[in-house]
T-cell receptor
Framework: DTEVTQTPKHLVMGMTNKKSLKCEQH?????MYWYKQKAKKPPELMFV???????INESVPSRFSPECPNSSLLNLHLHALQPEDSALYLC??????????????FGEGSRLTVL | RKEVEQDPGPFNVPEGATVAFNCTYS??????FFWYRQDCRKEPKLLMS???SGNEDGRFTAQLNRASQYISLLIRDSKLSDSATYLC????????????FGTGTRLLVSP
């Protein structure tokens, strides 16, 4: 079982809805990430939090709003999404930023469908 | 040149075969490299990290060729359970936090 927990596992929402994806890890990791993955494509980085501060935003549209309430939690707030935003949203964590940053622990993902 | 390139496959091999995948990268300053495995509709999982010339873990061997800027993954004695997509991952030009995932190589091991 993965040590990064994501909820919900599946989410269907309309374009006018507001919803949130949640991610939790209790490994003491100080870096957390949101990735987006479309079918048959590799994960694409969206956001990186390092020590609870946003350090990378990969020019993600403002309809996606990340939040890191504490070192164990990462949220992704969704508002006014488009059908093309339908994808698997993966949360990941790593012990720290640095040469070992590539050792990511992924959650099982939240599969989002936007109608 | 793309930051990371992989042959998408699929590689179809029988059980017990040895199979190797290559991954080329463009950032000559990269110091660390990673292979992830992703099963269908599942999350990626770290398979191996490579920080020097190579790494070995059981049936899996990763080798780094800095001169030619590629890393390889060798799987010996393939099992049916090895069927998955193998993703090559390297840090991007902007630093360690931004990892670049290759498109993945699909492996199908048949009985």
């Amino acid at each position: 079982d993965t040590e990064v927990t994501q909820t919900p596992k599946h989410l269907v929402m309309g374009m006018t809805n507001k919803k949130s994806l949640k991610c939790e890890q209790h490994m003491g990791h100080r870096a957390m990430y949101w990735y987006k993955q479309k079918a048959k494509k590799p994960p694409e980085l969206m956001f990186v939090y390092s020590y609870e501060k946003l350090s990378i935003n990969e020019s993600v549209p403002s309809r996606f709003s990340p939040e890191c309430p504490n070192s164990s939690l990462l949220n992704l707030h969704l508002h006014a999404l488009q059908p093309e935003d339908s994808a698997l949203y993966l949360c990941a964590s790593s012990p720290q930023v640095g040469v070992h940053t590539g050792e990511l622990f992924f959650g099982e993902g939240s599969r989002l469908t936007v109608l | 040149r793309k930051e990371v390139e992989q042959d998408p496959g699929p590689f179809n091999v029988p059980e017990g075969a040895t199979v190797a995948f290559n991954c080329t990268y463009s950032n000559s300053a990269s110091q660390s490299f990673f292979w992830y495995r992703q099963d269908c509709r599942k999350e990626p999982k770290l398979l191996m990290s490579v920080y020097s010339s190579g790494n070995e873990d059981g049936r899996f061997t990763a080798q780094l060729n800095r001169a030619s800027q590629y890393i390889s993954l060798l799987i010996r004695d393939s099992k049916l359970s090895d069927s998955a997509t193998y993703l090559c991952v390297v840090p991007g030009y902007t630093g360690f936090q931004k990892l670049v995932f290759g498109t993945g190589t699909r492996l199908l091991v048949s009985p």
